[in-house]
């Protein structure tokens, strides 16, 4: 009996999506944000830091963010378009 309500309580907690924090490079399209994401990695043998970037498509039905803005997204769970995946959650930081 114990092992049956394991499984039913397993199956029925959702994941939780993808949360991350960028800056807005492009609001040029409607309703879609261009962010970049900056990380650091130190490098496994030379122990130097590399900078990668990433840029991520964004959803923004508003079109509330600006150029500058810092913002943060969370991933979808079904993509929009070819690119889009992720949407804007809110807005941390707005560009001076």
Request: glycine share 4%; charged share 40%; proline share 3%.
């Amino acid at each position: 009996m114990a092992e049956a309500t394991e499984k039913t309580e397993k199956q029925t907690i959702k994941p939780r999506p993808k949360m991350r924090v960028g800056k807005v490079v492009s609001n040029k399209m409607d309703k879609t944000l261009v962010v970049v994401i900056d990380r650091l990695l130190k490098h496994r043998l030379y122990h130097k830091y590399i900078r990668r970037r990433k840029k991520l498509y964004v959803h923004d039905e508003a079109n509330t963010a600006g150029i500058g803005d810092t913002v943060e997204v969370a991933e979808m769970t079904r993509p929009l378009s070819r690119r889009k995946r992720w949407r804007l959650v809110r807005v941390i930081e707005r560009a001076k």
